[in-house]
């Protein structure tokens, strides 16, 4: 997903319509409730409030934030969509309104998904195959900020040159009577799968568009009601939702209201808030720390990388000796003060929520232990070497806390390392888009990013791949890739189980560090705190995917 | 036959005048002279006069500072580093974050900030940027306004309206929203001006912002005054003898507006000191690193409970500048005029 954007960054979005369920309510012949990914003890009923910035749109189709993914996911369920589940099995894939996972052509491009029969959308307009149609036509013609992940369908690219809503998406094929959903692909991709899970390309109903309801009709657990778009949302539980596998949620009603971050925090502590959305900043974090442990964790979720982009066209950076030189003198251990603790020092490019599907510890890492002290030395002899010594360089970041620290700590090591530099700090709002253009000939400054679904080609793909290069703006804030990545992304993209491959994307992973493509430092640890009522050993619903699953939440 | 007795009084000898007739004794003396005299009877605006001077001075000396106590700029980062406080190593910036408090010594003698900055140091290079913008900041302030107060006032017709309208304008704008309009927009792109071009992150950006927002205050009570000064004799005089627009303002009118100058300066200038510490607290103003009493304070209110170093002691010094010149301001004022009234601000 995105460069941690907005509020609380963009989580990615990932998404999807997981689990939870179909407002429908569902006719399944299978058992229903079973298996529900809810935490087994967790207490049903009652109510809550929850403090956020709110989500950037209610509308799933252009959602982007984790503000708005939180709640929208548990508002419409896709065809398929993540396990409600903490830690890894988070990032499964289970049949959400399809009745089945796809089954999928031996060329690997065409996926055929069956809906499950009976569905209906929680204002009781029954679940339509088309409606998938309709999702991607919003998602495409609105140009949301997923749309590209759906671009590898037949018939997409004319789609968009007719510039009609109506028109027909070629690589999509509905058929009512059997419930069928055909999807063919340009070519393989392993990362659909995981693209469509997100709840971006969850159906809508195509009779209810355009999405202007303050009570929409959905499929999923809850169903949302707009009192005020821009002070407070409620959700409640869909009466009749009952789709095998996806939590039913636990809590009757939750009420999310907009608070600045410290009003929330002083608000969870006095009980009258029961979660919030966002970290405890300043003298909240440690104050929260030390003094409500029992009701507090810090989790690597959504799976995220910070680093620093090196501009591999201009000068210093196009020679190797000073992106070396970068890595050398980075101290990891410096940035996670800045981050007040919540940050893991890492030499990853990938992070470690991507155990099992491409992340091996790279141990030891080539430029010395990211929990270790710099080795200056080193780095102020390559930049000697590189001839650079002395030149002028502009680091690069965004106005939104802590990123202008960061960018004054490496301002101050480039400076250590025999370079004059300074620093040009943008409104968060522009500062991708700015750096993102080549024009900009941005040299090197932050970046970040958060997982969209739990692919590492999501990591690799939009910010090293020459592929990256061909929009504008782009997020390959490199302006160059490595061949070695571009090689194996053509090789291991198509894969549509990336755990299979674990190996080979770990290799890539190695190869970008080691090039020093990239200078890593870090994974952002996000929060997760709660007020007295809520049972947090049992129900903190912190998610791979959601950050926090507010369908596991209970109270004690 | 004995001679008269002299009297006490000696005609022709104004040092005997002035000391036994006080009125008599400043008779003679020009405007300036008096002001000085009376300047000179206030003691509390000579002592925060001087507490002003003593706070520029420090300030200037903040390189001697840095290099000989501290041992540090004001922009090295120092996150990693340890220091030894009564004995016992301590985190400069803690694992979590907090950073060190004063330890009363050269190093950190004011505590750290979250990047590991002494913040003695950044306290004292931020007072010569708030000075120097303050101090900038009234100069153009003034001079723009000498400039089109002096116009709209001595042209009056089309040329004040139009000088008046834009200052209304400006005026409608509090000047604390108008600075971060401006602020913000400049400090992304820079300023250019035909081949004039200003760096976003120079400091002339708050300095011409400041001065821009500031010029009506001044502008219009000038104006007023040229208003006035225009139906002198002495200028009618000047115009009889055939001199010219340019000549009268130069000559006749503009030394006549010399005092209130000089008594706008100092509130002019604490004024200023205070619009740049406001705009550059709200990220508008001075663009970190470098350092302003305004910069430190945001970047310290996030942590006014763990490190209230951060705030305190930039936000001291802040009252401290802004009293001291604002009192002897006041006591200019009552130097030229005892009897004015005149205020800046709204």
């Not at chain 2, 408090?101 to 900030?113: I, S, Y």
């Not at chain 2, 009056?156 to 309206?161: E, I, N, P």
């Amino acid at each position: 997903m995105r460069k941690n954007l907005g509020s609380a960054l963009a989580i990615a979005a990932v998404a999807a319509a997981s689990g939870i369920g179909v407002a429908a309510c569902g006719g399944s012949d299978e058992s229903s409730g079973g298996d529900t990914g809810a935490n087994a003890g967790g207490k049903t009923g009652g109510s809550i409030r929850i403090g956020s910035v709110l989500p950037d749109s209610y509308d799933p189709v252009l959602l982007q934030t984790v503000q708005a993914n939180q709640p929208i996911h548990l508002v419409y369920t896709g065809l398929v969509t993540y396990k409600n589940a903490e830690g890894k099995e988070g990032n499964k894939l289970i049949p959400g309104l399809a009745e089945a996972m796809p089954s999928i052509s031996a060329d690997r491009k065409t996926y055929t998904f069956k809906l499950r029969p009976g569905l209906k959308y929680s204002d009781g307009s029954p679940v339509k195959a088309s409606d998938f149609e309709h999702t991607m036509k919003r998602l495409t013609f609105l140009g949301g900020p997923f749309s590209s992940f759906v671009s590898g369908i037949q018939g997409i690219a004319e789609y968009q040159k007719a510039k009609q809503e109506n028109a027909d998406i070629s690589g999509i094929t509905s058929n009512e009577a059997t419930r069928e959903i055909t999807v063919k692909l340009t070519q393989p991709d392993g990362k659909f799968l995981f693209a469509i899970g997100l709840v971006n390309s969850a159906p809508t109903p195509a009779a209810k568009s355009p999405f202007k309801s303050a009570s929409p009709p959905g499929s999923g657990p809850y169903t949302i009601k707009i009192d005020n778009p821009t002070r407070q949302f409620v959700l409640t539980k869909t009466p009749g939702f009952d789709i095998p596998g996806i939590a039913k949620g636990n809590l009757d009603k939750i009420t999310v209201v907009k608070e600045t971050v410290p009003k929330m925090t002083q608000d969870v502590i006095n009980g009258k808030l029961d979660f919030m959305t966002e970290d405890p900043s300043g003298d909240d974090l440690p104050l929260v720390k030390q003094k409500y442990s029992d009701r507090f964790r810090m989790d690597p979720n959504p799976p995220n990388t910070y680093w620093f982009f090196m501009n591999e066209t201009v000068k210093p950076f196009d020679k190797l000796e000073v992106r070396q030189a970068v890595n050398y003198a980075l101290d990891s251990r410096a940035l996670q003060r800045i981050f007040g603790g919540r940050l893991e020092p890492t030499c990853n490019f990938l992070p470690p929520g991507y155990a099992g599907q491409g992340y091996e510890k790279i141990d030891p890492c080539p430029y010395g232990d990211p929990d270790g002290p710099p080795n200056l030395a080193k780095a102020r002899q390559l930049v000697e070497q590189s001839g650079y010594k002395g030149m002028s360089v502009t680091v690069w970041g965004p106005t939104k806390d802590p990123r202008p620290a960061i960018v004054d700590y490496y301002r101050d090591l480039l400076n250590q390392i025999g370079f004059k530099a300074k620093t040009k700090v943008l409104d968060q709002q522009v500062y991708f888009g700015t750096i993102g253009l080549k024009k900009t000939n941005a040299q090197t400054g932050f970046t970040d990013w958060f997982q969209d679904f739990p692919h590492p080609a999501d990591f690799f793909e939009p910010n090293l791949s020459k592929k990256a290069l061909e929009s504008s703006p782009t997020f390959n804030f490199q302006y160059k890739s490595n061949p070695v990545l571009d090689r194996g992304l053509a090789k291991l993209t198509p894969e549509t189980d990336p755990g299979t491959v674990a190996s080979e994307w770990a290799k890539l992973d190695r190869a970008v560090v080691e090039d020093a493509n990239v200078a890593v430092y870090g994974n952002e640890l996000s929060t997760s705190f709660f007020s007295e009522r809520m049972d947090f050993k049992n129900c903190s619903g912190v998610h791979t995917v959601y950050k926090n699953d507010w369908s596991l939440f209970c109270l004690k | 036959m004995a001679t008269e007795p002299a009297t006490e009084f000696e005609f022709g000898d104004p040092a005997v005048l002035a000391a036994h007739d006080p009125r008599d004794s400043v008779a003679g003396l020009g405007p300036w002279r008096l002001a000085l005299r009376r300047l000179r009877r206030n003691r509390v605006a000579l002592a925060f006069g001087g507490l002003f001077v003593l706070i520029v001075a420090v300030c200037l000396a903040a390189p001697l500072w840095a290099d000989h106590v501290a041992h540090t700029d004001p922009f090295q980062n120092h996150l990693t580093e340890t220091i030894v406080v009564d004995g016992q190593p301590q985190d400069v910036v803690a694992p979590d974050g907090v950073p060190i408090g004063p330890t009363w010594q050269g190093r950190f003698f004011l505590g750290a900030d979250g990047n590991g900055r002494d913040i003695a140091v950044r306290l004292l290079y931020g007072g010569r940027t708030s000075l120097l913008i303050g101090a900038g900041a009234a100069l153009v302030t003034i001079l723009m306004s000498i400039v089109v107060g002096t116009l709209a006032g001595y042209f009056r017709g089309w040329v004040d309206t139009v000088i008046s309208r834009v200052l209304d304008i400006i005026w409608a704008f509090p000047p604390l929203l108008l600075g971060i309009a401006l602020g913000t927009a400049l400090s992304l792109g820079g300023l250019k001006v035909g081949p004039i071009e200003i760096q976003g992150d120079s400091r002339l950006i708050p300095i011409l912002i400041i001065a821009l927002v500031y010029v009506p205050y001044m502008a219009r009570p000038l104006r007023g005054q040229v208003l006035a000064l225009r139906e002198k004799e002495f200028v009618e005089a000047a115009r009889a003898q055939g001199a010219g627009p340019a000549q009268i303002m130069f000559s006749e009118i503009l030394p006549n507006l010399a005092s209130t100058i000089v008594v706008f300066f100092p509130l002019m200038v604490a004024n200023a000191i205070i619009l740049e510490a406001a705009l550059s607290f709200l990220g508008a103003g001075v663009r970190p690193p470098n350092p302003s009493w305004g910069t430190i304070l945001g970047e310290g209110i996030e942590r006014i409970v763990t490190a209230p170093h951060q705030t305190i002691v930039p936000g001291l010094m802040l009252v401290l500048t802004v009293l001291s010149l604002n009192v002897f301001g006041d006591g200019v004022r009552d130097a030229f005029d005892p009897r004015a009234k005149v205020r800046l601000g709204r």
